[in-house]
């Protein structure tokens, strides 16, 4: 049976925040430590590179963490809630924060929210179908979702700065 189109709409959605949160960081935050907070360059591309080291260490915790809330509770809910409350502050203390370190926190931050919402979301299809063709319908918008949100990011990001 075809999954209705409402429900890969809702799964589609949450990939837009998915491309907003790719996308940003790397079109601004540079440009905020460096021009906004007068960084200097090596300083600033190390803090955009530390959440990316962490992110190796991250994923596969929260992906461990998922599977086990999955097999007791046949759901990924507290991940996917946890990083989808804390991600929007996250990413705005980022744009908020007076100095580098601060930043970098909370780039940290943001990037420790954006795991644990996004490694329990990517798990979703094999639980939404256990059919191959189904499972591709269901990543094809994802895929749509995910370049929507890139594209309005990527448009919106420099108009803002």
């Known amino acids: ?22 996308a940003v960081p790397g079109l601004l935050l540079l440009y905020y430590l460096t021009d906004v907070l007068g960084v200097a360059a090596g300083a600033a591309g190390a803090v955009l590179v530390a959440p990316k080291i ?8 929260v992906g461990a963490a998922s599977d086990r809330e999955a097999v007791r509770t046949a759901r990924r809910f507290r991940l996917l809630l946890l990083g989808s409350l ?19 926190v909370s780039f940290i931050l943001a990037a420790s929210a954006f ?11 094999a639980e939404m179908s256990a059919s191959p063709a189904e499972r591709t319908r269901i990543m094809s918008w994802r895929v749509v979702c995910l370049t929507v949100g890139i594209l309005v990011a990527g448009g919106l990001a420099p108009a803002i700065a």
């Open 54 to 61: 962490w992110d190796v260490v991250l994923n596969p915790v």
């Open 1 to 22: 049976m075809s999954l209705p189109r409402g429900r890969l709409l809702g799964y589609g959605i949450g990939w837009v925040g998915t491309g907003v949160f790719s």
């Open 86 to 104: 804390t991600l929007p502050v996250a990413f705005a203390a980022m744009f908020a924060a007076p100095n580098a370190p601060l930043v970098a």
């Open 115 to 125: 795991a644990s919402f996004q490694v329990p979301y990517v798990a979703l299809p």
